[in-house]
């Protein structure tokens, strides 16, 4: 079992920056962050490997977001800047139980609770 605790989230100004953190209980394996806005279905954000070589973006989050990770923390982190107000949702960490990277939810086997980022203009 593993379990995923966010944290990082919060209110910041258009054009600002955020890092959010992921802390994985127990092995970590290839983590990924998606977000879910109001109404809207659960979206891919970004990924990477369980080694941190290969790594993948939404088209939305390239140029701007970056995806890394610690494997002697177990923690991942996703730096975001330039953020804009379509960037509000709750962000959410998964882990799968596989090395490479994978852009779909049903990929993922454990989810975090989820933290709010929100963007004003």
């Known amino acids: 079992q593993v379990q995923l605790v966010e944290s990082g989230g919060g209110l910041v100004q258009a054009g600002g920056s955020l890092k959010l953190s992921c802390v994985a209980s127990?092995?970590?394996?290839?983590m990924g962050w998606f977000r879910q806005a109001p109404g809207k279905e659960r979206e891919f954000v970004a990924t990477?490997?369980?080694?941190?070589?290969?790594?993948y973006y939404a088209t939305s989050a390239k140029g701007r977001f970056t995806i890394s990770r610690d494997n002697a923390k177990n923690t991942v982190y996703l730096q975001m800047n330039s953020l804009k107000p379509e960037d509000t949702a709750v962000y959410y960490c998964a882990a799968r139980l596989k090395d490479e990277a994978a852009r779909l939810k049903d990929e993922h086997d454990y989810w975090g609770q989820g933290t709010q980022v929100t963007v004003s203009s």
């Open positions: 990477i490997s369980r080694r941190g070589g290969n790594w």
């Open positions: 127990g092995r970590t394996y290839a």
